[in-house]
């Protein structure tokens, strides 16, 4: 069965940086487009980044867009988001997702992690 | 950026009840429109994609349909397990975008 692990959220402070990781398995990792979708205490799904299966498409939400960097490493089954410049609207709980397809453009996500939660605050 | 509209925002039925949930997008989407279930601490669950086609392992009692801006989502007979939160997401275009999601309460 599919499986998405996420890890490496934590409290930090304004203006440092995070990164997570997702570790996946139970399917053909590079045959699929990865993203992260995150979601605010209390509030709606927003998707915040996207990687097809050969890193050539890469896409991310305006609100994180210069901030965050998305990257996979095939070889290793995993995802990775490098966040700087955090801010305290990016508290949330940040999601791994499969995408249905191998490219970005269309994406719709098949398969979730249980997320981890990343907490700015000073 | 696509806007995605959902309404109601909450919704309050029984067991046994028919619902119908509606998602409506700020551009034409054509029927690139999924549907997922939260449940709280949980994942979201994807539901429905392509406005009406079941993902394997979803009852049958749910169905999708709509095209163009105007989608809705129906439970036919509403279980326990089906009360929790329904979110619609586009995927036309980026960003891809979902909407602010219908909590469904037990009445």
């Known amino acids: 069965e599919v499986q998405l692990v996420e890890s490496g959220g934590d409290l930090v402070q304004p203006g440092r940086s995070l990164r997570l990781s997702c570790g996946a398995s139970?399917?053909?990792?590079?045959?699929?487009?990865m993203h992260w979708v995150r979601q605010a205490p209390g509030k709606g799904l927003e998707w915040v980044s996207g990687?097809?299966?050969?890193?050539?498409?890469?896409g991310y939400a305006d609100s994180v867009k210069g901030r965050f960097t998305i990257s996979r490493d095939n070889a290793k089954n995993s995802l990775y988001l490098q966040m700087n410049s955090l801010r305290a609207e990016d508290t949330a709980l940040y999601y791994c997702t499969k995408d249905f397809f191998k490219t970005l453009g269309g994406s719709y996500f098949d398969w979730w992690g249980q997320g981890t939660l990343v907490t700015v605050s000073s | 950026d696509i806007q995605m509209t959902q309404s109601p925002s909450t919704l309050s039925a029984s067991v046994g009840d028919r619902v119908t949930f509606t998602c409506r997008a700020s551009q034409i989407i054509s029927s690139w429109l999924a549907w997922y279930q939260q449940k709280p601490g949980k994942a979201p669950k994807l539901l429905i994609s392509k406005a009406s086609s079941l993902e394997s392992g979803v009852p049958s009692r749910f169905s999708g349909s709509g095209s163009g801006t105007e989608f809705t989502l129906t439970i036919s007979s509403l279980q326990p397990d089906d009360f929790a939160t329904y979110y619609c997401?586009?995927?036309?275009?980026?960003?891809?975008?979902f909407g602010q999601g219908t909590k469904l309460e037990i009445k």
């Open positions: 139970g399917f053909t990792f590079d045959d699929y487009a």
């Open positions: 990687i097809s299966w050969n890193s050539v498409g890469i």
């Open positions: 997401q586009q995927y036309n275009s980026f960003p891809f975008t």
